[in-house]
């Protein structure tokens, strides 16, 4: 079963606007990862943060962990319409690295 | 540099066949995961292996088993189909354990 829960499961916004998808996860991880994943391919990996990092930009991305709360955001500013995926986090439980994947945000940027 | 490749990229069984899908790292990893996605769904660890060792296993029947080469390849076998196996099989890799992990395409597995 998936231990990971993300919110909202679908978001629909404007080109040009930000887009925010929040992550919670169960356990003690190791580190949180962020993944984009286009009609049922593969998975892109977006960004890693470690357990012991409270933010991490990487271009228009912006991640945020808060291990007291167990929960994690991915903010993507000035979106476009290739942003339109599914968003996954995916997090690494302490002492196995065995990865829990959310159930996914699907991020629609309309033009 | 080539990334994580899959194969093949589609397949098609009947319920009761065995199948064997196979993945290739990016040079210089050692790690290899496994994962399950059913459609709608976010993907499912199944296995992990690192330097030739499982280190990790999700909660698969006994039909699901890997193995690790020591090129750092994998194979994902199933065995005695069943109809809900039907599912997008991800391969992903990383330098180590606890790394970026990177995907492959994935394997898409059909289940009659």
């Known amino acids: 079963s998936q231990q990971g829960e993300e919110d909202p499961q679908a978001l629909s916004i404007q080109e040009g606007e930000n887009a925010t998808m929040n992550c919670s996860y169960k356990t003690s991880i190791n580190n949180l990862q962020w993944y984009r994943q286009n009609s049922g391919r593969g998975l892109v990996h977006l960004i890693l943060i470690r357990s012991n990092e409270r933010e991490k930009h990487s271009g228009r991305l912006r991640v945020t962990l808060d291990t007291s709360k167990k929960s994690s955001s991915l903010l993507i500013t000035a979106s476009r319409a290739a942003d339109t995926a599914s968003y996954f986090c995916a997090a690494a439980t302490s002492g196995t690295y065995k990865y829990i994947f959310g159930t996914g945000t699907r991020l629609k940027v309309l033009a | 540099d080539a990334g994580v490749t899959q194969s093949p990229t589609h397949l098609i069984k009947t319920r009761g066949q065995h199948v064997t899908l196979r993945c290739s790292p990016i040079s210089g990893h050692k790690s290899v995961s496994w994962y399950q996605q059913v459609l709608g769904q976010g993907p499912q660890f199944i296995f992990q292996?690192?330097?030739?060792?499982?280190?990790g296993r999700g909660n698969f029947p006994d039909r699901f088993s890997a193995r690790q080469f020591p090129n750092y390849s994998s194979e994902l076998n199933v065995n005695a189909l069943l109809l809900g196996d039907s599912a997008l099989y991800l391969c992903?890799?990383?330098?180590?354990?606890?790394?970026?992990?990177?995907f492959g395409p994935g394997t898409r597995l059909t289940v009659l």
């Open positions: 292996y690192y330097e030739k060792e499982e280190r």
């Open positions: 992903a890799s990383s330098f180590e354990a606890g790394n970026e992990q990177f």
